[in-house]
């Protein structure tokens, strides 16, 4: 696992290196894409499966995992 606490590590370090990166909302919740950090924390992502775009904390996006698969 040490890989993936290394990448959380980087973007602490520089949040807009999340953009492009795949997420799900929970353990078991859909795959979304990074699309934008903003400086003021905002991250504005887009959930896989439904096209729908949302904007959510970056503390909120870093505490989910990594999408292992999509959807």
Same mark, same amino acid.
Request: glycine share 8%; net charge negative.
């Given at each position: 696992?040490?890989?993936? !606490? *290394?990448? #959380? #590590? *980087? !973007?602490?370090?520089?949040? &807009?290196?999340? /953009?492009? #990166?795949?997420?799900?909302?929970?353990?078991?919740?859909?795959?979304?894409? %990074?699309?934008? /950090? !903003?400086?003021?924390?905002? $991250?504005? %992502?887009? +959930? /896989?499966?439904?096209?729908? &775009? /949302?904007?959510? &904390?970056?503390?909120? $996006?870093?505490?989910?995992? +990594?999408?292992?698969?999509?959807?």
């Amino acid at each position: 696992m040490t890989g993936y !606490h *290394e990448t #959380q #590590q *980087e !973007h602490l370090a520089d949040p &807009k290196g999340l /953009v492009g #990166q795949f997420r799900r909302l929970g353990d078991a919740g859909p795959a979304y894409e %990074i699309m934008a /950090v !903003h400086d003021d924390g905002r $991250v504005d %992502i887009e +959930i /896989v499966f439904s096209d729908e &775009k /949302v904007t959510e &904390k970056l503390d909120s $996006v870093l505490a989910d995992p +990594i999408a292992e698969t999509l959807p």
